[in-house]
């Protein structure tokens, strides 16, 4: 389930603007990271690129020392999942049909096995929508579906699984969870990488910060460390403080 993640050089415009310009880092499983920056730092971009699903303008995208851009949609399927911010609408089909659909690149044609139910069912026990399996998907609350999308994501066992703000409609208690599973997920092999605007979520449960800024990487540390980069903060907004704790990690107050 381990890989290691290559990202060299990658640049990227839109028209008339550049939006990332030569980003480059690596991560490997185990690690679970959190990007940051305001919006339009190009965050959502390059998770699409990392994901294949947008070609750079410049630069490459590996892993485990092979391209991405150049895996079939079936090969990425298999070791990326990647849950974008909005989706389309979903056809009137059950909880457990959506997240099967993480199974569909390891299905026989339409046909799931024993194993792929097994695994859907085991992610949506972790993401607490066990009980919905039977429920039509659009029936469900905003914070609902997107538990049953994060459920998809797992279910596809991947490598790598890149998160773009996965607390999106999510209560408090449904937030530490979900970013809670991430952690353990990482625990288990898995490199996860996670947008997020929620600060305090990210110190409590990430391992590594990477905060992007004008198209570049600005920062990039170890959560533990945090307290020793003051400049990511200021980045973000002037307003914003570092309150140290015990264990090393902290948190964020807006002054």
Excluded at 132 to 161: K, Y
Excluded at 200 to 207: E, G, R
Aim: proline share 4%; aromatic share 8%.
């Amino acid at each position: 389930m381990s890989a290691r993640l290559e990202v060299r050089q990658v640049s990227f415009d839109y028209p008339k603007r550049k939006v990332l310009d030569s980003v480059s880092f690596s991560a490997e499983g185990g690690e679970f990271v959190v990007m940051l920056g305001i919006n339009g730092a190009g965050k959502s971009t390059l998770l699409d690129i990392v994901a294949g699903l947008r070609k750079p303008g410049s630069g490459q995208v590996l892993i485990d020392g092979c391209r991405v851009e150049g895996w079939a949609a079936k090969e990425r399927a298999r070791r990326i999942s990647h849950l974008p911010q909005g989706t389309p609408p979903v056809m009137p089909v059950t909880v457990e049909q959506v997240t099967l659909m993480g199974r569909y690149a390891f299905a026989d044609r339409w046909f799931e096995s024993r194993e792929d139910l097994a695994y859907a069912e085991d992610a949506m026990r972790r993401m607490n929508c066990l009980e919905f399996r039977d429920r039509l998907f659009h029936t469900l609350s905003g914070g609902e579906q997107q538990r049953v999308l994060l459920a998809a994501c797992i279910a596809q066992c991947p490598s790598v699984m890149l998160f773009d703000e996965p607390s999106t409609y999510l209560d408090v208690h449904q937030q530490l969870q979900s970013f809670s599973t991430l952690a353990a997920l990482a625990r288990e092999g898995a490199l996860c990488i996670a947008v997020t605007h929620d600060l305090n979520l990210a110190l409590a449960h990430s391992s590594r910060v990477i905060l992007l800024d004008q198209g570049t990487i600005a920062a990039d540390f170890a959560v533990k460390d945090a307290s020793t980069h003051p400049e990511w903060l200021s980045r973000l907004s002037p307003r914003l403080e570092f309150i140290s704790t015990a264990d090393g990690r902290g948190w964020v107050h807006y002054r």
